[in-house]
């Protein structure tokens, strides 16, 4: 079982910027998949966006252009640097990690509030 720990989440200002991290317990194989997906109160866990290796990225079309993905596995850490955030990016963002087998860990979860 992994562990996936998520900080970085807080309140900002639209237009605003935050970076998010993740750090596994241990050594993600980096042709696994992980990502971001979040919850707004009331909705649904929607993707926001995924990486294998370093640079086979994808995002979700509400967040193409603002935010971007990066994951560095010397230290088991997945970012998510979020830019130009509007209030509809309120929400609780989650982090994953696909470890094989089928098998997927999350994260507990990071607020992220977008308001003046």
């Known amino acids: 079982q992994v562990q996936l720990v998520e900080s970085g989440g807080g309140l900002v200002q639209p237009g605003g910027s935050l970076r998010l991290s993740c750090t596994a317990s241990?050594?993600?194989?980096?042709?696994?998949?992980m990502g971001w997906y979040r919850q707004a109160p009331g909705k649904e866990r929607d993707f926001v966006a995924s990486?294998?290796?370093?640079?086979?990225?994808n995002y979700a079309e509400s967040v193409k252009g603002r935010f971007t993905i990066s994951r560095d596995n010397a230290k088991n850490t997945v970012y998510l640097q979020m830019n130009s955030l509007k209030p509809e990016d309120t929400a609780v963002y989650y982090c994953?990690?696909?470890?094989?087998?089928?098998?997927?860990?999350w994260g507990q979860g990071t607020q992220v509030t977008v308001s003046s």
């Open positions: 994953y990690a696909n470890t094989g087998n089928g098998s997927r860990s």
């Open positions: 990486i294998v290796r370093t640079i086979y990225a």
């Open positions: 241990r050594s993600i194989f980096s042709g696994n998949v």
